[in-house]
């Protein structure tokens, strides 16, 4: 039997699994899914756990393709990373295509490149089913903090152009970044038009709506506290009934820490923290990005920002690597935010949050069948916004028994464990990360 033993369930920092965080995203929602906790026993094809961006992908895909699928979330739908992120649109992966290159060879790299597009079209024909498109704005900076790597982003620009016919990069230098982000801290970059920035609760439900819509049972504040094989399928447990399903996906993400083995060996949990100002008056707005873009930065530990559309600035920053969140999750935020921006020193801010995610090794998401029947998708390694509706989707079909070739490159993709296994992984991959934070420093 696997069991799950660590949803947080209220903890610091706004992680009761009962609601929400206290996040700008949450305030700015207007309705929440009716998706009623699981109070019965019930029998379907199959059973999706975890209610993010994954789980919700592939029970809109199942649900699409006519199979009966329920999906359970241990708190409210989006109540994960999916509904807590920098809402940043990335194009690719998180390694570049070089370094893909490198390891998977020139076909395999153009194939991963055009599964990239093909996800962020996907997104498309997500944002299509809400009326606003979930608040999506084009545009992502690359900003470099250090003037040496300038050079560097624009041989990238380059060769995205040159090699792999990429137009929507465009090299930024010192001049052209200064105009579009306010702060002193950047000496140039690039700017991908392909890429932007979105409200990602919206699409969380947005997703969950049309999963719903399409015959998808969904149920909210439905924990599985235990995973077990039976007799052709899976017997998923929950407080208060007990689902059994042909095939089971662990969409867990970075927040069940023992419910598969074979995932969370494959992943580090890292929390990354959030905060909203108030409402800046709008040509303060303006001189801090003047395009409406998103901006990420080169740091180990990235800086993201942008403005939301009431003109708050939304600022990512600060990483820690335990299972706790600070309590003061401003004081967290406040200080990266006020290096960027010496501006804003002492600026109001309304909301801060933190959000956990499962880094892979090579930081490439991953699929396994760990057991018959027994799927999990995973890894995305900070890049989830627009690859894990499209990986959801590619297991769903996958599990549906149709062909899939997005599901089957992923599925070749080396999917490594830590060293250390589910315990051990922590002590030295939490000091290398620091190393590498430390870094960013100087
Ligand atoms: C602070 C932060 C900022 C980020 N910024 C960006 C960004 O700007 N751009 C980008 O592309 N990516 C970003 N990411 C990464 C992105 O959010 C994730 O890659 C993506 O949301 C992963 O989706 P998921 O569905 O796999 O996991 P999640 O969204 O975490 O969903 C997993 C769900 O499973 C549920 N669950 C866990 N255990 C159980 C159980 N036993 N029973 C039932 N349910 C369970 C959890 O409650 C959770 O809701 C960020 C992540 C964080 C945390």
């Given at each position: 039997m696997l069991k799950s033993r660590s949803i947080e369930r209220a903890g610091p920092g706004g992680c009761d699994i009962r609601h929400f965080p206290r996040s700008y995203y949450a305030a700015t929602i207007d309705q929440t899914i009716d998706a009623p906790a699981l109070q019965h026993d019930a029998i379907t094809d199959h059973c999706v756990i975890g209610g993010g961006f994954t789980g919700l992908g592939?029970?809109?895909?199942?649900?699409?393709?006519?199979?009966?699928?329920?999906?359970?979330?241990?708190?409210?739908?989006?109540?994960?990373?999916?509904?807590?992120?920098?809402?940043?649109?990335?194009?690719?992966?998180?390694?570049?295509?070089?370094?893909?290159?490198?390891?998977?060879?020139?076909?395999?790299?153009?194939?991963?490149?055009?599964?990239?597009?093909?996800?962020?079209?996907?997104?498309?024909?997500?944002?299509?089913?809400?009326?606003?498109?979930?608040?999506?704005?084009?545009?992502?900076?690359?900003?470099?903090?250090?003037?040496?790597?300038?050079?560097?982003?624009?041989?990238?620009?380059?060769?995205?152009?040159?090699?792999?016919?990429?137009?929507?990069?465009?090299?930024?230098?010192?001049?052209g970044l200064r105009a579009a982000v306010g702060s002193p801290d950047y000496h140039g970059g690039s700017i991908d038009m392909l890429g932007g920035h979105l409200h990602p609760l919206k699409l969380a439900m947005t997703m969950a709506r049309a999963a719903q819509s399409a015959g998808a049972v969904i149920h909210a504040h439905t924990a599985c506290t235990a995973l077990t094989r039976t007799t052709g399928g899976w017997c998923v447990t929950t407080p208060h009934g007990v689902i059994r399903a042909g095939r089971v996906l662990d969409a867990t993400g970075a927040y069940a820490r023992a419910l598969v083995g074979e995932t969370q060996s494959r992943i580090l949990p890292i929390n990354n923290y959030i905060a909203t100002t108030a409402p800046l008056d709008p040509a303060i707005a303006q001189g801090l990005i003047a395009n409406g873009a998103a901006v990420s930065d080169a740091r180990f530990v990235v800086y993201y920002f942008r403005m939301t559309p009431d003109h708050r600035l939304l600022f990512g920053g600060g990483e820690t690597y335990g299972t706790r969140m600070p309590r003061d999750l401003a004081g967290v935020v406040r200080p990266h935010l006020q290096r960027i921006f010496p501006q804003l020193a002492g600026v109001a801010i309304d909301h801060a949050w933190g959000g956990t995610l499962a880094i892979s090794p090579n930081r490439l998401p991953f699929v396994i069948e760990p057991q018959p029947g027994l799927y999990a998708a995973n890894g995305f390694s900070g890049v989830g916004v627009v690859l894990a509706p499209w990986l959801g989707d590619a297991v769903g079909r996958a599990m549906a028994g149709e062909a899939n070739p997005g599901y089957d490159l992923v599925r070749r993709l080396p999917a490594p464990r830590f060293p250390g296994g589910v315990w051990l992984r922590w002590p030295t991959q939490a000091l290398a990360m620091r190393f590498m934070a430390l870094r960013d420093r100087f």
């Amino acid at each position: 039997m696997l069991k799950s033993r660590s949803i947080e369930r209220a903890g610091p920092g706004g992680c009761d699994i009962r609601h929400f965080p206290r996040s700008y995203y949450a305030a700015t929602i207007d309705q929440t899914i009716d998706a009623p906790a699981l109070q019965h026993d019930a029998i379907t094809d199959h059973c999706v756990i975890g209610g993010g961006f994954t789980g919700l992908g592939a029970a809109l895909a199942l649900a699409r393709a006519g199979q009966s699928v329920r999906l359970v979330e241990a708190g409210p739908i989006g109540w994960g990373a999916s509904g807590r992120n920098g809402g940043q649109v990335h194009v690719g992966w998180q390694q570049d295509l070089p370094w893909l290159e490198r390891r998977l060879g020139h076909a395999a790299t153009s194939a991963m490149w055009q599964a990239a597009l093909a996800a962020r079209a996907h997104l498309d024909t997500l944002l299509d089913l809400c009326d606003d498109r979930c608040d999506y704005r084009p545009g992502l900076i690359h900003a470099d903090h250090r003037p040496g790597a300038v050079a560097q982003t624009h041989a990238h620009v380059a060769m995205m152009r040159d090699t792999w016919g990429y137009r929507s990069l465009t090299a930024l230098d010192r001049d052209g970044l200064r105009a579009a982000v306010g702060s002193p801290d950047y000496h140039g970059g690039s700017i991908d038009m392909l890429g932007g920035h979105l409200h990602p609760l919206k699409l969380a439900m947005t997703m969950a709506r049309a999963a719903q819509s399409a015959g998808a049972v969904i149920h909210a504040h439905t924990a599985c506290t235990a995973l077990t094989r039976t007799t052709g399928g899976w017997c998923v447990t929950t407080p208060h009934g007990v689902i059994r399903a042909g095939r089971v996906l662990d969409a867990t993400g970075a927040y069940a820490r023992a419910l598969v083995g074979e995932t969370q060996s494959r992943i580090l949990p890292i929390n990354n923290y959030i905060a909203t100002t108030a409402p800046l008056d709008p040509a303060i707005a303006q001189g801090l990005i003047a395009n409406g873009a998103a901006v990420s930065d080169a740091r180990f530990v990235v800086y993201y920002f942008r403005m939301t559309p009431d003109h708050r600035l939304l600022f990512g920053g600060g990483e820690t690597y335990g299972t706790r969140m600070p309590r003061d999750l401003a004081g967290v935020v406040r200080p990266h935010l006020q290096r960027i921006f010496p501006q804003l020193a002492g600026v109001a801010i309304d909301h801060a949050w933190g959000g956990t995610l499962a880094i892979s090794p090579n930081r490439l998401p991953f699929v396994i069948e760990p057991q018959p029947g027994l799927y999990a998708a995973n890894g995305f390694s900070g890049v989830g916004v627009v690859l894990a509706p499209w990986l959801g989707d590619a297991v769903g079909r996958a599990m549906a028994g149709e062909a899939n070739p997005g599901y089957d490159l992923v599925r070749r993709l080396p999917a490594p464990r830590f060293p250390g296994g589910v315990w051990l992984r922590w002590p030295t991959q939490a000091l290398a990360m620091r190393f590498m934070a430390l870094r960013d420093r100087f």
